[in-house]
């Protein structure tokens, strides 16, 4: 009986720490999974080129962060 509440409360730890929080922000599209051991954003917003302020630049991509330490981003500017 003992081992079943332990799985029981291990399964649900488990679930605290990996069910992310769904976010917009309101650049353009960009999404944020946030759960408490890792963060994913997906980037897809526009901003004017700091030079011409006529163009618009986009950053699209993705990076994946684990306890706070970007492991992987491939974000990047397009300009139009």
């Known amino acids: ?3 079943k ?3 029981i409360i291990t399964i649900l730890i488990a679930l605290i720490l990996l069910i992310p929080q769904k976010s917009y922000l309101d650049d353009g599209g960009t999404v944020i999974y946030d759960a408490i051991l890792y963060d994913i954003i997906n980037y897809d917003s526009m901003r004017p080129v700091e030079d011409d302020e006529s163009q ?3 950053l699209k991509g993705i990076e994946i962060k684990i306890l706070g330490y970007t492991v992987f981003n491939n ?5 139009d």
């Open 56 to 58: 618009i630049s986009h």
């Open 5 to 7: 509440w332990m799985a």
């Open 75 to 79: 974000a990047k500017f397009e300009k």
């Open 1 to 3: 009986m003992k081992k």
